[in-house]
């Protein structure tokens, strides 16, 4: 049974068309992976299938009595509550299935016997809605999955207002997990979470009887838990039954099959119009070159793909530091609290160091503190006097400027082609250049930010979760990129398979913190 069908749907933004004529089923018990290349279109039509957005042309059916429940990157918290009080939340229904036992407890002290029979009934009827639901262990399930997703650690009586970004992304996944939808649409849900976290987040939705659809640029996480893919390349949307790595084999040999039959056609039309154009004026020939052009004008000429522009990064050295690129002493992190007991860590010339870590230790304010945004509870930190650094921000605010708007703020001597140049290095098309950073997608907004970093001369490079929202391809050619830097590399990332083959050593956090973990 087809649970949701979206028919021949169109939109686009300006000039810019995201979805043309794109179809898409989703049956009872699917586990859908949505992919493509960052900028293609996947939070778009996540948007415009759960009414967020309205699209050009086309139609979105669900069926009847469905319940959704949609997790987008930029999902928000209600201001001044506890993580339990919003937990809690996923089971309001129940709760209030329980003040109207409570309501007809109280007419039962009197009423007749008429009435007392009926509101028995009702009693009893959402009495048994409750237990089968769970609702008597509503806490004991809270506790479970907020401890698989990592919000033990942070304290379920925490105010939310007090959490970081990646906090408050765990708390909007744990309770829609909670809600147990019928449909789960999940927009990268694995950018805040540790490995621990994404192992049981990929354990939880392999047994999960529904239907999901999942966003995802975590490649092994994804190939775990779908069973079909969709893919959104060009405007066009295509289904691929299978994991995704069948998917990267049959869109592989489709690629393939297409090439040669274009390049079969191309050979034939070139063949057809020698022909016409050596026999049309010729009487003797001349129904056979009138023939031949009827073919060609008949013939449906095969188009290969717009080839998609790919990323390229490099990052400019500048001179070369001392030895020691950075030395701190008795550092303690933190804001109102120390955050980790006194550390002592050396930064050595062109070492390339992970920090891993559960979130909340203090990876970013690590960071921070090493570079001076923030300052430190206790100890110090000596920079070597020729360090440049260059530093990657996890979050930062998008702004209501152009790409080619915030490039050129940062470096306003380069002349419209030079900025045009250096953002399409990074995978930007025309189309992106023009579009206000808050427009972008999260890839998009992470390319424009690398190509600001990669103009600028450093020898110390910092890189807080830079992979978070880039696609397969701009991943891996980031990887690239840092391992052929010559320079001193500090990178914090979710992603073991990320970094395991560029870096030179890890600092883990749980060694220093004063947290239980």
Avoid at 109 to 120: K, V
Avoid at 122 to 145: C, K, P
Wanted: with cysteine; proline share 3%.
């Amino acid at each position: 049974m087809s649970i949701l069908t979206v028919e021949n749907v169109t939109h686009g933004f300006g000039s810019r068309c995201i979805l043309e004529n794109a179809s898409f089923r989703l049956l009872k018990g699917e586990h859908v992976g949505l992919v493509g290349a960052n900028g293609e279109g996947k939070s778009t039509f996540l948007s415009i299938v759960t009414g967020k957005t309205q699209p050009d042309e086309g139609t979105v059916t669900w069926c009847n009595h469905i319940t959704t429940g949609y997790l987008d990157q930029y999902s928000s918290l209600p201001a001044g509550s506890t993580i339990r009080e919003v937990l809690r939340g996923a089971f309001a229904h129940l709760f209030d299935l329980e003040q109207e036992i409570l309501a007809d407890y109280d007419k039962m002290a009197d009423c007749g016997e008429e009435e007392m029979t009926r509101l028995m009934e009702d009693v009893g009827e959402m009495q048994e809605i409750l237990e089968q639901s769970g609702f008597y262990v509503i806490d004991a399930r809270i506790e479970e999955y907020a401890n698989g997703l990592g919000l033990g650690e942070v304290g379920l009586d925490r105010s939310v207002d007090d959490l970081s970004g990646g906090q408050r992304a765990k708390v909007l996944l744990t309770k829609l997990l909670l809600q147990n939808p019928m449909i789960l649409i999940l927009d990268e849900p694995t950018n805040f979470l540790d490995e621990n976290h994404v192992r049981w987040l990929g354990q939880f939705l392999q047994n999960y009887e529904n239907a999901f659809i999942l966003v995802s640029h975590d490649i092994l996480f994804l190939n775990d838990v779908v069973n079909v893919i969709y893919h959104v390349e060009n405007a066009t949307l295509t289904r691929y039954s299978g994991d995704y790595r069948y998917f990267e084999e049959m869109h592989a040999l489709k690629k393939r099959q297409l090439e040669q039959a274009y390049e079969k056609q191309r050979r034939e039309i070139a063949g057809l119009e020698d022909f016409v154009a050596r026999n049309k004026a010729r009487a003797a020939t001349a129904n056979m070159a009138r023939s031949r052009q009827k073919k060609l004008d008949r013939m449906d000429v095969i188009e290969l793909p717009r080839e998609r522009l790919k990323s390229e990064f490099s990052f400019r050295p500048a001179r070369t530091t001392g030895r020691v690129v950075m030395e701190a002493r008795g550092l303690v992190l933190g804001y109102d609290a120390p955050l980790t007991r006194p550390m002592d860590l050396l930064l050595e010339r062109n070492q390339k160091i992970a920090v891993k870590g559960v979130n909340g230790l203090g990876k970013s304010t690590l960071l921070k503190t090493l570079l001076g945004v923030i300052p430190p509870i206790a100890g110090q930190v000596e920079l070597d006097q020729f360090v440049e650094p260059g530093y990657f921000e996890q979050e930062e605010s998008a702004s209501a400027r152009t790409a080619l708007e915030e490039f050129w703020a940062e470096y306003p001597g380069y002349t419209n082609g030079e900025v045009r140049a250096a953002l399409a290095k990074c995978g930007l098309t025309a189309e992106h250049i023009g579009t206000q950073m808050r427009v972008l997608s999260g890839g998009e907004n992470a390319k424009v930010r690398l190509a600001k970093l990669m103009h600028r001369e450093i020898n110390l490079l910092v890189l807080d979760e830079p992979t978070s929202h880039l696609d397969v391809d701009a991943k891996e050619e980031l990887a690239r990129a840092i391992a052929a830097f010559k320079g001193t590399v500090l990178l914090v990332s979710h992603e073991p398979e990320f970094y395991q083959g560029i870096v030179s050593g890890v600092w883990d956090l749980t060694e220093w913190t004063t947290k239980v973990v």
